[in-house]
């Protein structure tokens, strides 16, 4: 018997569709500068949980949890 195929959840990707993250409220930016939790540079500028990221940083790491799951999933390509 062959192994049964999961079907896919209807996940919702991390990135919005264009793949930059919109940090334009003003609750993203922090006078204070601390350590980026991605890379350690300093950083104002906050997360959605209020935690220093740099923008970039955060949109990597989207982008890359977006490609793992599409490629455990089988809807892309291989590692
Ligand atoms: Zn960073």
Redo the contacts with the bound molecule.
Sequence with gaps: MPPRRREPAGRKPALPPGGLLDWSDDWHFDPEALP?R????P?HLRDSRGIA??K??AEAELAEIDRIVRVYSGDGPPC
Excluded at 38 to 41: D, P, Q, S, V, Y
């Design positions: 980026c991605h890379c350690g540079a950083t990221a740099d970039v940083c």
